[in-house]
């Protein structure tokens, strides 16, 4: 079935990096714009960054711009998430989604995985 | 940026009784195709988000059609018609238009 699995996530102290990880199945990784969408403890939602199905453009929330990087390999299925620069406030679950699209139309974001957990920390 | 309003913060609700729930967007989500570009998301206690409405007023994939989108432009508004026990937890609109995607703040559906 279509599944994300993120992986990557644990406890980094402030100013130092961590990359996270999402492996896709279950559909073709390579036509589907992704995103990581991130959720701090107790908090709402927010979108962190957008990659195109080939990787030629990238979007980034203005929060983590110049710090995080997102990538994918479209051979290995895989979305990446360099994070640098960390600060206490990037402490959150970060959600690998989806784009869905049909007959050239978006369709929402409509596949996200389980989610791995960052904790910023000193 | 974006901002988006979501009225109510919270939400108790009867099973069986209709809800409703209101985002309102700083900027048009109106594109030039036609298609608001507007999604709602549920997340159910202790579960990751899911997608419940997309480009205003369709339907995902599996989404029972209690549920419906509409509006246009800067007001939206999520409904459903009758409230059943597995709906409850928090439901965010999320606009698509302008970057960077900006999230409302969330609206909490509890049950009565």
């Known amino acids: 079935q279509v599944q994300l699995e993120e992986s990557g996530g644990g406890v980094v102290q402030p100013g130092r990096s961590l990359r996270l990880s999402c492996s896709a199945s279950?559909?073709?990784?390579?036509?589907?714009?992704m995103n990581w969408v991130r959720q701090a403890p107790g908090k709402g939602l927010e979108w962190v960054a957008q990659i195109w199905f080939d990787g030629s453009n990238k979007y980034y929330a203005d929060s983590v711009k110049g710090r995080f990087t997102i990538s994918r390999d479209n051979s290995k299925d895989t979305l990446y998430l360099q994070m640098n620069s960390l600060r206490d406030e990037d402490t959150a679950v970060y959600y690998c989604?989806?784009?869905?699209?049909?007959?050239?139309?978006?369709?929402?974001?409509?596949?996200w995985g389980q989610g791995t957990t960052v904790t910023v920390s000193s | 940026d974006v901002v988006m309003t979501q009225s109510p913060l919270s939400l108790s609700v009867t099973p069986g009784e209709p809800a409703s729930i209101s985002c309102r967007s700083s900027?048009?989500?109106?594109?030039?195709?036609?298609?608001?570009?507007l999604d709602w998301y549920l997340q159910k206690p202790g579960q990751s988000p899911q997608l419940l409405i997309y480009l205003g007023s369709n339907r995902a994939s599996g989404v029972p059609d209690r549920f419906s989108g509409s509006g246009s432009g800067t007001d939206f508004t999520l409904k459903i018609s009758r409230v059943e026990p597995e709906d409850v937890g928090v439901y965010y609109c999320m606009q698509c238009l302008h970057s960077p995607r900006t999230f409302g703040g969330g609206t909490k559906v509890e049950i009565k």
């Open positions: 989604v989806r784009e869905g699209w049909m007959r050239d139309h978006y369709t929402g974001m409509d596949v």
């Open positions: 279950g559909f073709t990784f390579s036509s589907h714009g």
């Open positions: 900027q048009s989500l109106l594109y030039s195709n036609g298609y608001n570009y």
